[in-house]
């Protein structure tokens, strides 16, 4: 008789954003004539920048010609796009990394969620209490994390770092040693940021304890100060304990066309094994690699014009988010992030807890935000909101958030 693997038995409820989108379909089905405005999953509206489908039709028609049609993608994926990234996000920042340490993959969610195939079992992780869920429920689902403690909505085995106004939402290093430490900046769900600085402290107990540092810079696009680094290997000594997930989804509008990547230094390494080739290893087995098309989307991104049209972009959502702190501020709320960050972190008012303030928001605003406690236990009583919407969209739910306060 088979055996399922009973770790996923341990996880509580469904994926955060599956149980908002069951509660709003709910709701919608039950009022028809609401109509409902989403900022809850962070997901993009705008189209895709126009140098990006240009490259996209351009690589359709490749593939419809024998002479330029591509098959299989290279296992790491097309040294076109990699030595882009090793140039543009890299390179120019004073950054070296070679392309054999580029991973192209569909996505920082996938990213983040498979990398733990090359740990073991017995790693005990570090995450931010709020955190980006995938990280931890990835781990439960490889049996990392002990057992589910509903009461306190916890696992035991977890080392949590708790993300607190009083710390400007950003974690303290942990009095326990972890193996592996999350961490995300710009930060998804809170908005904060570090500075160089404060990374490096990261950066220096990782290399000390021997942890390995899982960076995701999802959000690095959204940094609007100087001393906020865009990338963890600006700190000295971060290619021997850090390994960075990087997308498209956010700076360029890829979360409905998929690509993101990984990178892995060589010098990152347990005892003699190089991490690098582990995941060289891992990706060649079981992913079949993102597809041409997508990668010369990807390439687009890089060019003169994609730049500027990304970056259009990218202070598109950050008028937006500008107009979300300062009117829910106007309005008497505590907000933060939001300045290098695409999310606003909002307390609830009243002491309402966060699924509280979620369903107050979506009967009487039809507003759809996310509960600040669905990201862990410290982010009870918070409630996130996206820059991710359309400007007129967004003026209109605060208008109505004001108008219920
Ligand atoms: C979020 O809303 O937290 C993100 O959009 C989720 C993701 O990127 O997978």
């Not at 140098?51 to 996209?56: G, M, Q, S």
């Not at 040693?177 to 930060?187: A, G, K, S, V």
């Not at 730049?307 to 598109?316: D, F, M, S, T, W």
């Not at 699924?355 to 935000?369: K, S, T």
């Amino acid at each position: 008789m088979f055996e399922i693997n009973d770790n996923y038995l341990k996880l509580p409820g469904s994926y955060l954003f599956s149980t908002i989108g069951k509660k709003v379909n709910a709701f919608t089905q039950a009022n028809p004539d609401k109509p409902i405005i989403r900022l809850g999953i962070g997901d993009v509206t705008l189209p895709l920048c126009p140098k990006v489908i240009e490259a996209l039709h351009s690589a359709v028609d490749e593939m419809a010609d024998a002479s330029t049609f591509k098959g299989y993608a290279p296992d790491l994926g097309y040294e076109f796009l990699r030595s882009a990234i090793a140039n543009q996000d890299y390179r120019a920042r004073g950054v070296e990394i070679e392309i054999d340490e580029i991973f192209i993959s569909d996505g920082a969610k996938s990213d983040s969620g498979n990398i733990g195939d090359i740990f073991s079992v017995n790693n005990k992780i570090a995450v931010c209490d709020p955190v980006y869920p995938v990280y931890v429920d990835t781990n439960a689902m490889s049996g990392r994390t002990g057992e589910y403690m509903a009461k306190e909505e916890r696992w035991s085995n977890v080392i949590y770092m708790p993300c607190l106004e009083e710390n400007n939402f950003a974690p303290k290093l942990p009095s326990e040693t972890p193996d592996m430490i999350y961490l995300c900046f710009p930060n998804n769900p809170t908005g904060s940021t570090i500075s160089k600085e404060e990374l490096q402290k990261w950066v220096d107990f990782a290399n000390e304890k021997g942890a390995v540092i899982i960076y995701d810079a999802a959000y690095e696009a959204y940094i609007s100060q100087e001393n906020v680094p865009h990338s963890i290997y600006e700190c000295q000594g971060a290619k021997t304990c850090a390994i960075e997930l990087r997308s498209f989804s956010k700076n360029a509008g890829f979360t409905g066309t998929r690509l993101g990547f990984t990178v892995i230094p060589k010098e990152l390494k347990s005892g003699d094994v190089a991490l690098n080739s582990l995941w060289a290893r891992r990706h060649g087995t079981k992913f079949n690699g993102a597809p041409y098309i997508i990668q010369k989307a990807g390439e687009a991104v890089y060019t003169e014009e994609g730049q500027a049209q990304v970056k259009e972009q990218v202070a598109y959502y950050m008028n937006n988010a500008k107009v979300i702190r300062e009117g829910l501020a106007d309005a008497g709320f505590r907000v933060s992030g939001g300045v290098d960050a695409p999310y606003i972190w909002l307390k609830t008012p009243d002491n309402m807890t966060s699924w509280e303030f979620f369903d107050y928001l979506l009967e009487r605003a039809n507003v759809v935000g996310t509960p600040g406690s669905g990201f862990g236990p410290s982010g009870e009583g918070y409630f996130r909101l996206t820059a991710f919407g359309t400007y007129e969209n967004t003026l209109a739910a605060i208008e109505r958030i004001k108008n219920i306060k």
